[in-house]
């Protein structure tokens, strides 16, 4: 077991006052560093993921505001940026907000009143070994912001409820920093305001709650006034996402829409130089050698039809997929509290060694935990729920979990060093790939793998614009190689920052006249038909799980080297009409 389970604590249940809890190099700043050491060594030898490397595009640009996201997520690269972009993987300014998230839930957990150390151990367990916190504590997401924030406005709300209402100020700027983190901070007001609806001390008559609505009205106003004159394009965004209704070209840039292509058409001609048979049996998982073509196709075809069925599909498979996701956040320390559960059901134990906590303080971590659930259930009736979405409720589920279910601490503890264990297992898998997985189920591959080899090859003609279909695609080349100087063609793929700013287009039509050529590198197997220009070569660029880039001209050049393909890239050339 690892050194968290192995952490001396009493079994007194009135240890509160134990000197070998309250003494400072007790178990709290062993908590402390065992987590920050974590959170420094995963953000240094993770790779750096597509999102991560779009929002560090952001920071070269710093504004009040952005197509996807406000702008804290920005803000953080930025100040990674400080200390060198790729120092931690930009994540430095992360860590360091996350060391902040770490000692605010620990003066969260502390004001809870849990009545013994061993409870407030298990809660920060909870808080911090979840999968959820270990991964949003070193990844530059907007997650991270709003980790830090819901932890600091629920600290602050509890002590303007039990002890300071002047609090409710601090409470409401910890909301604004969280509103220019994600949108979804927003839930925090239906949680303040049922606290406030029970509180004993019927705050709502109080002005201070109100100021708070002040502060974080102040704190959000820059990026309210940005989207009040960028046509409210983040709230479209995340409302169309976050909803699933039909996305529109809500911006588009200076370059002409591609448009599909005709047969015989000079890109319709070159793709059919990659689509023969064995290309396409290369999209099978890799089997025995003597498996027959015919199985092969049935296998490919079966794995077509599962992957159709995790993208999408009814209500009951999305309510489904929202619960198992949420389960999941909590890996493997879910068994243990699955385990108390059903103990405390089957055996119908009593929870009288659980102090219930100061009603007020129950009151808002319930609702912290219980409206960001329920919403984003709502929501899933709709449209597909990203696992990360609610996932603040978390934060207040830990004490009420600790206190009131009372899982073990060793088998907690076992839970947390059990998280840990795949993660690093996740992390030696990015960079030795031991398991063959189908690339259309490899997420973790197909997010960090191939992409600093592409962008460093020397295929890339120095003379000759480039562009990508995708922001993700865009965001990665530049990323490992900002000679490239990438941007983003729009109408291929769904509109980003790199289309919806100019400054990020590097190139307009005529410009692209004056030069007479460009390259563009897409997944589409048919190239898109460019009004004024033509496709004049193709090349297949092939991302193999040995690491190594494997490049085509046709399929008739196919290599007798091994190769597991994780991404399939083409470039293709471009030249005036």
């Not at 909803?243 to 911006?251: I, S």
């Not at 189908?438 to 197909?446: E, K, Q, Y």
């Not at 991302?543 to 490049?551: F, M, Y």
């Amino acid at each position: 077991m690892g050194p968290i389970a192995k952490m001396k604590v009493s079994n007194s249940k009135n240890d509160k006052q134990s000197p070998e809890y309250d003494s400072f190099f007790s178990w709290k700043i062993m908590l402390f560093s065992f987590f920050t050491l974590w959170f420094f060594c995963a953000a240094f030898f993770f790779p750096i993921t597509q999102d991560e490397t779009y929002y560090f595009s952001w920071s070269q640009f710093l504004n009040a505001g952005y197509f996807d996201h406000p702008p804290a997520v920005a803000w953080l690269s930025y100040l990674s940026r400080l200390v060198g972009g790729s120092f931690l993987n930009a994540r430095t300014a992360t860590v360091f907000l996350s060391l902040g998230s770490m000692f605010f839930l620990l003066k969260l957990y502390t004001i809870c009143e849990f009545r013994s150390q061993k409870r407030l151990l298990v809660a920060m367990l909870l808080g911090l070994g979840n999968l959820g916190a270990l991964v949003c504590g070193f990844l530059t997401t907007p997650d991270a912001v709003v980790f830090f924030a819901w932890t600091l406005a629920l600290h602050e709300a509890v002590i303007a409820l039990t002890q300071d209402e002047k609090r409710w100020i601090t409470a409401g700027f910890s909301v604004g920093i969280g509103l220019l983190g994600k949108l979804s901070m927003l839930l925090i007001g239906p949680v303040f305001l049922f606290a406030l609806l029970r509180s004993k001390k019927g705050s709502l008559k109080s002005p201070w709650p109100y100021l708070g609505g002040v502060a974080a009205f102040l704190v959000f106003l820059p990026n309210l006034y940005w989207n009040m004159n960028n046509d409210w394009i983040t709230w479209k965004f995340q409302l169309k996402h976050g909803l699933g209704m039909e996305r529109a070209n809500l911006l588009l840039g200076k370059l002409p829409i591609p448009e599909r292509a005709d047969a015989g058409s000079n890109e319709a001609v070159l793709s059919e130089l990659f689509h023969a048979p064995e290309i396409l049996q290369e999209d099978t998982v890799e089997g025995e050698a003597n498996i027959e073509a015919g199985e092969e196709m049935q296998f490919q075809s079966f794995l077509t039809t599962m992957k159709g069925l995790l993208d999408g599909g009814s209500v009951p498979k999305r309510l489904g997929d929202f619960l198992s996701a949420q389960i999941s956040l909590w890996g493997l320390l879910f068994f243990p509290l699955l385990a108390q559960l059903l103990a405390i059901i089957f055996r119908k134990r009593n929870l009288k060694n659980a102090e219930s906590f100061d009603s007020d303080i129950f009151r808002l971590l319930l609702a912290g935990t219980l409206v960001p659930l329920c919403v984003f259930f709502l929501f899933a009736f709709k449209s597909k729920v990203e696992a990360n979405w609610p996932a603040m409720y978390m934060i207040a589920a830990a004490p009420l979990l600790a206190n009131y279910l009372r899982p073990s601490l060793k088998w907690v503890g076992f839970g947390v060093c059990c998280n840990l264990f795949v993660l690093l297992a996740v992390i030696g898998y990015t960079y030795f790939p031991f398991l063959q997985i189908n690339p259309g189920f490899d997420r973790i591959l197909r997010e960090t793998h191939g992409y600093k080899n592409l962008a460093l090859d020397p295929m890339w003609k120095k003379d000759r614009p480039v562009f990508a279909d995708s922001f993700q695609l865009v965001s990665m080349l530049n990323y490992y190689n900002r000679s490239l100087s990438v941007s983003q063609w729009p109408g291929i793929t769904r509109v980003s920052e790199f289309v919806r700013d100019q400054r990020k287009v590097n190139y307009n039509l005529k410009h692209l006249r004056s030069i007479g050529s460009f390259q563009l590198v897409t997944t589409e197997k048919v190239p898109p038909r460019i009004p004024n220009f033509q496709a004049v070569q193709m090349k297949l660029v092939t991302d193999c799980r040995e690491g190594q880039l494997e490049i085509y001209h046709s399929v008739r050049e196919d290599s007798k080297k091994i190769c597991h393909p994780i991404h399939r890239w083409y470039l293709i050339d471009y030249a005036l009409l």
